[in-house]
């Protein structure tokens, strides 16, 4: 029901955008949201968005990570910029109805993953 996509391999400093299409779940009554997962590491909170287009984010990727949403098109984005080698992990986007948006054991839906390396 979560489809995500648009994960490559990225120098430092460098930019990409994913992607997660949704479908089969009333979209807009979820809040969406984007976790990684690194080798040999437990699965991280990145960000998320709200109901209405409002993101919250983990310190990590603060002011070069940005959280969308088009409920028109049941789609979520995630817009990363000035990347670090430490970004690099297989990203997951999700939707929760939980009033915990950053923990993902509360999410309910989970799309396959895609591997974001960033490497010069």
């Known amino acids: 029901q979560l489809q995500a996509s648009g994960g490559g391999l990225v120098q430092p400093g460098g930019s990409l955008r994913l992607s997660c299409a949704a479908s089969?779940?009333?979209?807009?009554?979820?809040?969406m949201g984007w976790f990684r997962q690194a080798p040999g590491k437990e699965r991280e909170f990145v960000a998320f968005?709200?109901?209405?287009?409002?993101?919250i984010y983990a310190d990590s990727v603060k002011g070069r990570f940005t959280i969308s949403r088009d409920n028109a098109k049941n789609m979520v984005y995630l817009e990363m910029n000035s990347l670090k080698p430490e970004d690099t992990a297989v990203y997951y986007c999700?939707?929760?109805?939980?009033?915990?948006?950053?923990?993902?054991?509360?999410?309910?839906?989970w799309g396959q993953g895609t591997l974001v390396t960033v490497s010069s």
């Open positions: 999700a939707a929760t109805k939980s009033p915990v948006y950053n923990d993902y054991r509360y999410y309910d839906y």
């Open positions: 089969g779940l009333t979209f807009s009554s979820y809040v």
């Open positions: 968005v709200t109901f209405s287009g409002g993101g």
